[in-house]
Each structure stands twice: as structure tokens, then as C-alpha cells.
């Protein structure tokens, strides 16, 4: 598990419309849809962590677990989808 100091908090943005959730991990930033599937929770207030080589955010409100790279529910597995967008850094 990574450690709050590793890692800077989500934050939440607006892009044609569509609220994200935008996290930094190490090099790599992510972003996704800010609203869980399962219950429409809030993904930027969760903790993104390294699960088995999966890059993982954890929906705060039941502890959903998403795979940020593809989206895929991790836990419970391969259940829900949550829509993922490309990030380019400049």
C-alpha cells in the first residue's frame, strides 16, 4: 500500500462538461470519471494504490476497487466498469 505522503491527492476537474477525477501517481497521471458505479461516490476523495501491479483507486463511500489504467472493477472483480480518459503530460 502506498502512503499518503507517496502519493498527492485527487482533484476534480471539469472537461467538456464532464467532472474527473485527477490523480498523480510517481510520473504517470490518471483520469477518470469522478463517479462511481456502483453508487455514484465521489473517486477523487479515494486512495490510489499500487494492488498487485494494477494502479488501483478505492471508491471512498463501499471500497470499490478500479483498475485506473482500464477501468475494470478489481474488486468485486470485473463487476463494474468506470469510464477512464487519456492524460498527456507537456
Not at 464532464?18 to 476523495?45: D, K, M, S
Request: charged residues 25%; positive net charge.
Amino acid at each position: 500500500r502506498v502512503r499518503k505522503e507517496d502519493t498527492r491527492l485527487g482533484e476534480k476537474v471539469t472537461v467538456n462538461g464532464v467532472e474527473l477525477a485527477l490523480f498523480r501517481y510517481g510520473e504517470e497521471v490518471v483520469a477518470f470519471t469522478n463517479v462511481c458505479p456502483h453508487q455514484g461516490g465521489p473517486l477523487v476523495l479515494g486512495d490510489i494504490e499500487d494492488i498487485g501491479g494494477q494502479l488501483c483507486v478505492t471508491c471512498p463511500w463501499h471500497g470499490f476497487r478500479f483498475d485506473v489504467r482500464t477501468g475494470v472493477s478489481v474488486a468485486p472483480r470485473k463487476r463494474y466498469t468506470m469510464a477512464t480518459h487519456p492524460t498527456r503530460l507537456a
